[in-house]
C-alpha cells in the first residue's frame, strides 16, 4: 500500500545515473523528496541508490530507455505502484554525439538525439499529466541548452532538439498553467559533465557544476506557486572561453 500522498513529495528524474539528473536525484533527496531513478543501466542506478540511503526518503531504482515507449509505460506504473503519484518530473537524460557538419552528421545520430532529448520529454509528460491535472498540482522540468539561444558550428541536430524542448515548454505551459502545473525549461551553458570532452580551449574549472544545476531546480520548486519562471538560463559566472583569472576582466 502506498503511504498518505499528502506526507510525501514525489520525484521522476531521468538520466538519474551521471551527470545533472544524479546531482538532482541528491539535491531533491537531501530536501525531502521521494526519488525514482530512471536511466537504462541498472548497476549504475544503484550506486546513486546507494548515495541516497542515508537521506531516509523512499528510493526507486526504475531502469528504462527513455527512448522506449513500450518500456516507459511499464516502469511509469511500476513506479506509481511503489511510490505514488508524481509530483515532479524531470527530464536531464540526454546525449551528445561527437560535433559534426550537418552534412556530414549521420542520419541515425539526428534520430538518437531527437528521440532522446526531445520526444522523451514530450512522451514523459503527456503520461504524467492526466494525474497531475487531477491533483491540481506539479512541476516539469525539462533540462534544455543555453546552446540552444546561440548555436555552434556541428551542433545542429543537438540544438535543435534542445531548441525545441524549450518551444515544447513554453507551449505545454500555456496548457497547463491553469490547473496550477509548472512547467520549466532550464538552460545551462558549460557543465562540467562527461558530455563535455577535453578541450585545451576552454577551462574547465569556470563551468558549472552539475550540483549548481540541481540547486536551480531546487529554487525553481521553491518558488510561491502563483508564479513561475518558464525558462532559467545559467550560465557560469566566468566564461570558460576568455584566458586569465577569475574576476579580472
Known sequence: MVADESLHR???????????????????????????????TQSAL???????????????????????????????????????????????AGVAPPRALHGKAAVAEWDRMLDTCLRAPMLLSRLLLPDMLVHRRGAIINIASAYARGPRPGEAAYV??????IAFSHALFAEVRNSGIKVVAVCPGYVDTSFVPPNR??????????????????????????ACPTELMLEPQYDPETPGTPGTP
Open 10 to 40: 514525489i520525484a521522476l528524474v531521468t538520466g538519474a545515473s551521471r551527470g545533472i539528473g544524479r546531482a538532482t536525484a541528491l539535491c531533491l533527496a537531501r530536501a525531502g523528496y521521494d526519488v525514482a531513478l530512471v536511466a537504462r
Open 201 to 226: 580551449r576552454v577551462d574547465r574549472s569556470r563551468f558549472l557544476q552539475p550540483e549548481d544545476v540541481a540547486e536551480s531546480i531546487l529554487h525553481v520548486l521553491s518558488i510561491p506557486t502563483h
Open 46 to 92: 544503484d550506486a546513486v541508490a546507494r548515495e541516497l540511503d542515508a537521506l531516509h526518503v523512499r528510493v526507486l531504482v526504475a531502469p528504462a530507455d527513455v527512448t522506449d515507449d513500450v518500456q516507459v509505460e511499464a516502469m511509469l506504473q511500476h513506479v506509481i505502484l511503489q511510490l505514488g503519484s508524481v509530483s515532479v518530473l524531470v527530464n536531464s
Open 160 to 165: 535543435a532538439a534542445k531548441a525545441g524542448l
